[in-house]
C-alpha cells in the first residue's frame, strides 16, 4: 500500500489519524471522567501528553486540559464554543487557530461582577508591575492568561481552606518562579521561617502594594515589603487581604467565640487574644499591688519598731 | 565558712545566668507580642534576641535539672507530704498576718531546709511545671514548619502559641511575687546576697535566728 498524496500536508493528515487512533483507544479513559462528559473536546483535550511540536522554536506545546480543575473553574458551566467558536471541526485544528486572542476584559467588560472586581482598575495595577515593565525576553507575551489559566480558574472563596488558598495562588507564582525555592539561592534567607511563611501566607502579600483588594501590580524584588510588622501587628495587612476570607467567615458561622478558640495558624502579633492579654494584665496589676501595700505594711512596722527602739 | 554553702557556685552561676536571660526573653518576648508599638524594641531584633536567649534559657534549664539530680540540692524543692496543710497555712499565716505583728518567722533557712513550703511550692512549680511548657512551647515555634497541622481539630500552632504565652504570663507572675518574696529574710537584703556570694546569714546557726526572732 503506497500513501494517498493528493493532499498538501500528508504528515499531518497522518498525525490526524494516529491521533484519533490513539484517542479511540484512550475514549474509555476520557468518558471515565464524569464531570468532563459534556465537553465534546475534552475526548482529545484531557489527555494529558496531549502536545504538539512549536514549528519555529522547537518547544512541545502542551494541548492538555485537567478535566477536574474545569469543572471546578469559574467557566465550568460554558462551552467550549462559547470561546473557541469558528473552525475547530477540522483535525487537526488549524495551525492559526491557536494565535486567537481571547482576552478577559472582552467577555467581562459587562459583567455585573465587574463592579467588584474593577477591571479597569486591575488593567491599571498590571501596567503598573514588573510584569508589564520589564522587559524581559521572557515577559514578551506576558497577560492574563500567563496567571489565570481560563480552564482552571476560580476566585478564593469565603471558606475556602486558608492554606488551600495559599497553595494554590503561590503556585500560580511558582510556576515561573520555581528557582526561588532552590534552596542555594538566598533571595528569602533574610525571612525567619521561610518555609513556614510559604506555607502561610501568599506571595503577592509581600510582593503587592497594600490595597483592599489582592492588587495586580507585582513589585519588583527590591521594592517588595521586607516591614514584618506589616504582617505582625494589631493592623496587619493580613486582615485586609488573607484573612479577610477568614473573617467573613467566622462571623458569620461562630460569632465571638472563634476569637479565643482558632483553626488557623496563630500570627505573632495579630491574632493575639485580648482577652488573654487583658485578664493576665489585670492579674500582674493585682499582685503589684498587693505586693506594694505588703511592702508598705512592712516599712510602717520597721519604723515603728524603730522608734520604740530610741 | 561552712563547708557545704545553701547556694553552692554552680547553682549562683546558674541561677544569674537564668535571671540575665529571662529578662532579656521578657523584653523581647513583649516587644513581638505587642509587635509594632514605637517604643518597644524592632520586630526583627526581638525575634533575633528571643530565638537565642530562648534556646541558651533551654540548655540552662536542662543544667539545672542534671545538677539537682546529682547534687543534694533537689531534695530542697520537695515539701514534705506529712503536715503540708498545716505548713502551708502557718507560712501563708505568717506572710499575711503574723508578720505585721513581729511575730517571729515560722521557718528558718538552714542545711536540712533552705525553703519554707511556699517557697518550695512557687519553685516547683515554675521550675518543673512551667518552665518545661515554656521551653516545649517555644521550640514547638522553632520547630514549628514539622508540627502536624492539627490537632484535635485545633491548629497546632495556636495551641502552641497559648501554651507559650500563658506560662509566659505564669512566670513573670512568679518573677514579681518571687522578687519581693526574697526581701523578706534577715534583713531586706541578706537573700539577695546569699544568692550573690553563697553564704547564707542563718546557715545552720540556729542562736542567731532565736535572737533575731526574740
Ligand atoms: C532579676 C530577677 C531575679 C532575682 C533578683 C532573683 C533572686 C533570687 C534570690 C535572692 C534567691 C535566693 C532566695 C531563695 O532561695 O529563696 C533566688 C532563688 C531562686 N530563684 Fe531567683 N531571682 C530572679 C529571677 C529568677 C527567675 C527568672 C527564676 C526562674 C525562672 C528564678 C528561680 C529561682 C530558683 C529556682 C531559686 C532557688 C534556687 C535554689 O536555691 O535551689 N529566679 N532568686
Not at chain 1, 511563611?197 to 492588587?215: N, Y
Not at chain 1, 487583658?278 to 522608734?307: N, T
Not at chain 2, 500563658?166 to 526574697?182: K, N
Request: charged share 20%; glycine share 6%; aromatic share 8%.
Amino acid at each position: 500500500m503506497t500513501h494517498h498524496c493528493s493532499r498538501p500536508r500528508p504528515t499531518r493528515w497522518l498525525a490526524g489519524a494516529l491521533l484519533a487512533l490513539v484517542t479511540s483507544l484512550l475514549a474509555p479513559v476520557a468518558s471515565a471522567v464524569e464531570t468532563a462528559r459534556d465537553h465534546e473536546c475534552l475526548r482529545c483535550h484531557a489527555m494529558s501528553t496531549l502536545a504538539y511540536r512549536e514549528p519555529d522554536s522547537g518547544e512541545i506545546r502542551s494541548l492538555a486540559l485537567d478535566p477536574q480543575r474545569l469543572d471546578h473553574s469559574v467557566h465550568a458551566e460554558l462551552a467550549c464554543s462559547d470561546c473557541h467558536a469558528r473552525g475547530y471541526g477540522r483535525y487537526p485544528h488549524r495551525a492559526k487557530l491557536a494565535d486567537e486572542q481571547l482576552g478577559c476584559v472582552e467577555c467581562h467588560a459587562d459583567d455585573p461582577a465587574d463592579a467588584t472586581y474593577r477591571l479597569d482598575r486591575i488593567a491599571e495595577e498590571f501596567a503598573a508591575s514588573v510584569h508589564a515593565s520589564s522587559d524581559h525576553h521572557k515577559l514578551r507575551q506576558f497577560d492574563c492568561h500567563s496567571c489565570h489559566d481560563p480552564h482552571a480558574f476560580r476566585a478564593s472563596q469565603v471558606g475556602d481552606d486558608l492554606g488551600a488558598i495559599v497553595r494554590r495562588d503561590n503556585q500560580t507564582c511558582l510556576d515561573c518562579h520555581h528557582r526561588v525555592t532552590d534552596p542555594l539561592r538566598g533571595s528569602h534567607a533574610w525571612l525567619p521561617q521561610r518555609d513556614a511563611h510559604w506555607a502561610a501566607v501568599r506571595c503577592i502579600d509581600c510582593h503587592t502594594p497594600t490595597t483592599p483588594q489582592a492588587s495586580h501590580q507585582i513589585l519588583a524584588a527590591a521594592d517588595s515589603s521586607k516591614r514584618c510588622v506589616a504582617c505582625h501587628s494589631r493592623d496587619s495587612r493580613l486582615r485586609e487581604g488573607l484573612y479577610r476570607y477568614r473573617l467573613a467567615q467566622d462571623r458569620a458561622e461562630h460569632g465571638w467565640l472563634t476569637s479565643l478558640v482558632r483553626n488557623d495558624a496563630y500570627i505573632v502579633g495579630m491574632s493575639r487574644s485580648p482577652l488573654l492579654d487583658a485578664l493576665s494584665l489585670a492579674i500582674l496589676a493585682l499582685v503589684a499591688l498587693v505586693i506594694a501595700l505588703h511592702g508598705y505594711g512592712r516599712y510602717r512596722l520597721a519604723r515603728r519598731r524603730k522608734e520604740n527602739d530610741r | 565558712m561552712s563547708t557545704s554553702p545553701l547556694y553552692p557556685l554552680w547553682l549562683r552561676a546558674w541561677h544569674w545566668y537564668n535571671a540575665a536571660l529571662f529578662l532579656a526573653l521578657m523584653v523581647s518576648g513583649v516587644s513581638m507580642h505587642y509587635a509594632g508599638t514605637d517604643w518597644l524594641l524592632g520586630f526583627n531584633q526581638a525575634v533575633a534576641i528571643h530565638n537565642v536567649s530562648g534556646t541558651l534559657l533551654a540548655l540552662g534549664w536542662i543544667a539545672f535539672v542534671l545538677a539537682n539530680l546529682k547534687s543534694d540540692n533537689g531534695r530542697h524543692y520537695l515539701p514534705r507530704p506529712r503536715g503540708l496543710v498545716r505548713d502551708l497555712w502557718v507560712q501563708a499565716r505568717y506572710y499575711a498576718y503574723g508578720i505585721f505583728r513581729d511575730e517571729p518567722h515560722p521557718f528558718h533557712a538552714g542545711p536540712a531546709a533552705k525553703f519554707n513550703v511556699l517557697q518550695q511550692l512557687s519553685y516547683l512549680g515554675a521550675m518543673y511545671l512551667l518552665m518545661p511548657l515554656l521551653i516545649l512551647s517555644g521550640l514547638g515555634f522553632l520547630l514549628s514548619p514539622l508540627l502536624p497541622e492539627t490537632l484535635l481539630g485545633i491548629s497546632t500552632l495556636w495551641l502552641v502559641a497559648m501554651t507559650h504565652v500563658l506560662t509566659s504570663y505564669l512566670l513573670v507572675l512568679f518573677l514579681l511575687v518571687h522578687v519581693y518574696i526574697i526581701t523578706i529574710g534577715d534583713s531586706l537584703t541578706a537573700n539577695l546576697r546569699a544568692m550573690l556570694t553563697g553564704e547564707h546569714g542563718t546557715s545552720d546557726d540556729t542562736q542567731e535566728t532565736d535572737r533575731h526572732a526574740s
